[in-house]
């Protein structure tokens, strides 16, 4: 089965600080990937980013960054000099692969609320 | 370019009635899926419908059936409705079945009275 988990339930920071939320996964899979999305108070999830389980390379994308961690099954997401719009709920979720079975469902943690205040 | 459409937007049900919920896909997008979000928790995947067939299913009891017509457009019903129903009901489409990318409508917010 897979799980992700989602430790920090709310995070509350002031504007331009930076921020790290975490996100630690389980699978059997070889093959998978893993995403965030962002859910503003409009209910629509917001796709962040998608990585495969071949690729640990981290990323940079603006303000936002990505860690992903095979040897420790992690994949956080940093927030850098967060804003008041950077303020919503952020999922991390995972997929399996098809060839291997896992299926292609998105399996999501529970969710990190960020509160950005000026 | 429309992304994923639902509607309605809001509904409220009283208990043991049906609910028919629906999904207009991205254009160019052909899977798919429905999840059930209840308040301060992540989604769950409820199943994902290809080739106007559901492909696989997650752990939700018969009550929860699906629809995808020819157009790729989609419809979630749940009969005997229970309080415990009460959810956001998102829609996600994607091209085929791998785990590309999926975008996700504005989902559908049902409430059972």
């Known amino acids: 089965a897979q799980k992700v988990t989602q430790a920090q339930t709310e995070i509350s920071v002031v504007e331009k600080e930076d921020v790290t939320l975490d996100c630690v996964y389980e699978?059997?899979?070889?093959?998978?990937?893993l995403f965030w999305y962002k859910q503003p108070p409009s209910g629509e999830l917001v796709f962040l980013i998608r990585?495969?389980?071949?690729?640990?390379q981290n990323e940079i994308s603006g303000r936002y960054s990505w860690n992903f961690q095979k040897s420790t099954s992690s994949f956080n997401f940093t927030i850098t000099a967060s804003q008041v719009v950077d303020s919503a709920v952020y999922f991390c979720a995972l997929s399996g692969g098809i060839l291997t079975g896992g299926g292609n469902k998105l399996t999501f943690g529970t969710g990190t609320q960020l509160k950005v205040e000026l | 370019d429309a992304g994923v459409t639902q509607s309605p937007t809001h509904l409220i049900k009283t208990r043991g009635q049906q609910v028919t919920l629906r999904c207009s896909p991205k254009?160019?997008?052909?899977?798919v899926s429905w999840y059930q979000q209840a308040l301060g928790q992540g989604p769950q995947f409820i199943f994902q419908y290809y080739e106007e067939e559901e492909r696989q299913r997650g752990n939700f009891p018969d009550r929860f059936s699906g629809h995808q017509f020819p157009n790729y457009s989609s419809e979630l019903n749940v009969n005997a409705l229970l309080l415990g129903d009460s959810a956001l009901y998102l829609c996600?489409?994607?091209?085929?079945?791998?785990?590309?990318?999926?975008?996700f409508g504005s989902g559908t917010r049902l409430t059972v009275v």
């Open positions: 996600a489409s994607s091209s085929g079945q791998g785990s590309y990318g999926y975008t």
């Open positions: 990585r495969n389980s071949f690729d640990e």
């Open positions: 699978t059997r899979d070889t093959t998978y990937y």
């Open positions: 254009s160019g997008h052909d899977t």
